[in-house]
């Protein structure tokens, strides 16, 4: 454990005007108060705090800082309070370490919503005080190099998983590339420790062959940069085993083929000199393509800037190459620690590099739980990145399978709301187009859209998501609301009284509501009965003997259910469906085609008995069908027997289609799909927008061939984006 001097000293070699009083203070408060607590190693509890404060020390921060590491699990393992702590040390420190200390005593039903928690109050802290992050990340940092010592080997597991998810992604955005590195080993060793061991014996294995290599590597690079005028430093490293475990599994090749297990680091003076070094070394060496990168003129949300490639360097051997200067690489290592921005008033997270912070602080607003939340920032977290342009020029880092709605929801919220269609390189495209690395996006907006619940289908950001389930849970609220008047009103006035907020406000206890508002939305959403509700306002009511009496909502789906079927059975009936006999059946067994799948002669089909039904009629890929897995009694093995006279029958093919919104369109549709004889009984708009139209058409064919055919013409259609067959 670090001595109290010896603290103070490692303080004070990087800060000479470091609060010294302070630092002794929290020392002795610190060990005062965690008294005789032992962690599981036996160690005395102290020393945690005290070798996290070490950590901060090594990343130079503040006095705030180290102080708030000595005490940042005070309030939550000792009698301390918030208000003791802002009485000896200050209002910052206090803010600190209460945004530091998690959620403990709150009350959870489970280890996910605890974790889901703790997030929000971590970034709720750290969205004003970038060092309550930093703390929090020295904290895991090492509470996982002494994982070893918890026995139970589930809770290892999911602190290993804890910090593979949340944590070395977060010290990533922050540009803190040594703290996420040792983060994403020791989580490794726990998490998969057969595939460590076989990396490390790789690479044992290939230090074994060549001890020599990277000495020998570096001393070429340096004498290929100097023959061309150039002096730099040169370092050698081998990858750590799970960055080298990430990319065999990720690009699908093995350790052979991998360019960067051996990276080789170049350190200039200024940002001429990194493109003057690439040079050189492109002039000289084999390049590996795909390999190169340039993050100084386009660096990560995280601010990291660098020169990537790779070569077949010196040796034949395939290295990685990193150039840059030494502001960029104590800003690689260091990331937001490296900016001495404290003593000037506390750190601001309005830099291009914090844009992903606000975007979780805008994703909080949104949820309406936490463990929604903490799946939304899991999206923000973990992603393959492209880049993409607005109009302007301002770049916008996006996951890989993005949509415009990610990046007009990226770009701003009120953007996103108001999409209506984008132009990508110039071109208009639907909204479900995915974007690609350097596409320049412009998105068009009109005051009159609003987020479609359709989106959701294809965005991929969280804050997309997030903002899209929010504008859908408060329109559904309004529509339950409107319906769940309209009942009351109906019911009371049936027995002669009139709906009245304090008679609502007097019973929406019995049903666990917290407002009268919640107790109707409640009754539109079919979740309670206006029956019950007037039973509740009114006890001495007695409960209406006719049959219909109770109802509160007319059984339209059922009628409607009932009236479609007869519709398709005179449609079958009079169109001579019953042409084409189903093989396998009993002679006299009642048969319906499956709505769902909608299946044709010619596809491969299976039949399940339905009681009172007869037998339903499905593509054998129908996603119903899973359904009756455990069903097998059900299922009948069929199939389309052949014409015995006649025509084919007529059936029912169903078309997904995305149509340009242009004058004849419609036409030329419709006019495709009669000159291949078939015959539109249905269309439905699912979705529109300002360029496109989504619709599912239901079309008269004979089999799935002549499905096929006018898919196909459809497809050659200028007018028509995209056409395809509709499941389920």
């Keep these: 454990m670090i001595r109290q001097f010896e603290l103070v ?20 408060y610190g060990l005062k108060k965690h008294g005789n607590q032992l962690r599981a190693s036996g160690d005395p509890y102290f020393s945690h705090p005290v070798e996290v404060a070490g950590i901060l020390a090594e990343m130079k921060l503040d006095t705030a800082s180290i102080v708030t590491g000595l005490l940042h699990d005070t309030i939550e393992d000792t009698d301390a309070t918030r208000e003791e702590i802002a009485g000896l040390f200050g209002e910052n420190v206090a803010r600190l370490v209460d945004g530091v200390t998690k959620l403990s005593r709150l009350e959870v039903q489970s280890e996910s919503t605890k974790e889901a928690e703790n997030l929000r109050k971590l970034v709720l802290a750290m969205s004003s005080d970038i060092r309550v992050l930093l703390v929090k990340l020295a904290d895991r940092l090492h509470n996982m190099r002494t994982l070893h010592h918890i026995k139970d080997p589930a809770r290892r597991r999911r602190i290993a998983l804890e910090t593979m998810d949340l944590y070395a992604p977060l010290a990533s ?13 020791l989580a490794f060793a726990e998490l998969n420790p057969d595939g460590r061991a076989s990396v490390l014996a790789r690479q044992d294995y290939l230090r074994e062959r060549g001890e020599r290599l990277v000495p020998q590597i570096e001393v070429e690079l340096v004498k290929t940069l100097k023959e061309g005028g150039l002096t730099a430093q040169v370092s050698g490293r081998e990858k750590m085993p799970y960055s080298i475990w990430r990319k065999m599994q990720s690009k699908n090749v093995s350790f052979e083929q991998l360019a960067d297990i051996m990276a080789f680091r170049v350190i200039v003076t200024d940002v001429t000199q990194c493109y003057q070094a690439l040079g050189l070394l492109h002039g000289r060496y084999q390049v590996i393509p795909g390999r190169f990168k340039d993050y100084i003129s386009v660096p990560k949300p995280n601010g990291y800037r660098s020169l990537h490639t790779g070569v077949i360097g010196p040796l ?19 990331g937001v620690a490296a900016h001495w921005i404290y003593k000037q008033g506390g750190p601001s997270t309005d830099a291009p590099q914090y844009a992903w912070l606000r975007s979780l602080i805008e994703i909080l607003d949104k949820a309406p739980n936490a463990e929604e939340f903490l799946e939304h920032t899991k999206l923000e977290m973990f992603h393959d990145q492209v880049f993409c342009f607005t109009p302007k020029g301002k770049l916008i880092a996006l996951p890989r399978g993005a949509t415009p709605i990610d990046f007009a929801y990226a770009v701003h919220s009120q953007v996103g709301d108001t999409c209506v269609g984008s ?11 995915q974007l690609s690395n350097g596409d320049q996006v412009e998105i068009i907006t009109s005051k009159a859209q609003t987020p479609s619940p359709t989106w959701e289908r294809f965005v991929v950001t969280g804050k997309a998501k997030a903002a899209i389930r929010r504008f859908i849970r408060t329109r559904q609220r309004e529509q339950y609301l409107q319906l769940g008047k309209s009942l009351l009103d109906k019911t009371f006035h049936e027995e002669g009284y009139e709906v009245t907020e304090k008679g609502l406000d007097g019973v929406r206890a019995n049903f666990k509501q917290a407002t009268t508002d919640d107790l109707v939305a409640a009754v539109g959403a079919g979740l309670i009965t206006s029956r019950e509700v007037v039973t509740a306002v009114y006890p001495g009511l007695k409960q209406p003997q006719r049959k219909d009496s109770g109802a509160d909502v007319v059984p339209i789906s059922r ?6 079927a007869d519709a398709a059975k005179a449609k079958k009936d009079a169109a001579g469906g019953g042409q084409i006999a189903i093989r396998g059946l009993i002679p006299g067994m009642a048969v319906h085609f499956a709505r769902c799948c909608h299946p044709l002669p010619g596809d491969r089909i ?29 299922w009948i093995d069929v199939g389309w027997d052949s014409v015995s006279e006649g025509e084919p029958g007529i059936y029912t093919g169903r078309l997904k289609v995305t149509v340009a919104n242009q004058p004849g369109s419609l036409s030329k549709l419709s006019t495709v799909i ?4 078939g015959n ?6 699912v979705n529109r927008s300002m360029d496109f139209f989504d619709m599912v058409i239901d079309v008269e064919v004979n089999d799935v061939k002549h499905l096929a055919n006018i898919t196909a013409a459809l497809r050659a259609t200028p007018a028509i984006n995209a056409v395809e067959r509709a499941r389920n």
Excluded at 559 to 564: F, I, S, T
Excluded at 674 to 677: G, N, S, T, Y
Aim: proline share 3%.
């Design 9 to 28: 000293e490692r303080v004070q070699s990087y800060d000479p005007d470091a609060d010294e009083d302070m630092l002794n203070r929290a020392y002795v």
């Design 173 to 185: 955005r922050i540009g803190m590339e040594k703290v996420k590195r040792e983060l994403e080993e």
């Design 316 to 334: 034949g051997q395939r290295i990685e190459i990193q150039i840059r200067t030494e502001d960029m690489q104590d800003q690689a290592e260091r």
């Design 423 to 433: 132009k990508i390189n110039g071109r208009m495209l639907p909204l479900r187009t």
């Design 559 to 564: 009628a409607r259910n009932k009236a479609a």
């Design 606 to 634: 299976v039949g399940i008995i339905t009681t009172g039904k007869g037998v339903t009629i499905h593509t054998i890929d129908c996603a119903t069908l899973e359904s009756f897995s455990e069903a097998p009694e059900r």
């Design 674 to 677: 009669a000159r291949h004889e």
């Design 680 to 685: 539109i009984s249905n269309l439905r708009i």
